[in-house]
Nanobody
Framework: QVQLQESGPGLVKPSQSLSLTCTVS??????????WSWIRQPPGKGLEWMAA???????YYSPSLKSRTSISRDTAKNQFTLQLSSVAPEDTAVYYC???????????????????WGQGTQVTVSS
């Protein structure tokens, strides 16, 4: 069974960069047709897909965040990482990592389509 766990700072200052890591167990992040994703939920708002990295290593980004978002992986550690630069209070959210396996995926999955979710980690951007 796949398990995902987010880790990173709970508090970051405006203009700084946020780095969050998702540690995967029970499955390999290099598995074909599996997409390892970052999703966030600001308080009182819906889920927002941010980025994904496929088992092949291909990366995908939300257009609204692409300019300041980077997703990468460390296959030796079976981890993938989100880097979000120039953060602002509007980036305050619960950040989740999640995975979905699909051979036919074309668009960003709906939340109920993901196979596995981490528990989420609260990130607050404040001075």
């Amino acid at each position: 069974q796949v398990q995902l766990q987010e880790s990173g700072p709970g508090l970051v200052k405006p203009s700084q960069s946020l780095s969050l890591t998702c540690t995967v167990s029970g499955g390999s992040i290099t598995t074909n047709y599996t997409y390892w994703s970052w999703i966030r939920q600001p308080p009182g708002k819906g889920l927002e897909w941010m980025a994904a990295i496929a088992g092949s290593g291909s990366t995908y980004y939300s257009p609204s965040l692409k300019s300041r978002t980077s997703i990468s992986r460390d296959t030796a550690k079976n981890q993938f990482t989100l880097q979000l630069s120039s953060v602002a209070p509007e980036d305050t959210a619960v950040y989740y990592c999640a995975s979905v396996h699909s051979k036919t995926i074309v668009v960003v999955p709906q939340p109920d389509e993901y196979d596995y979710w981490g528990q989420g980690t609260q990130v607050t951007v404040s001075s």
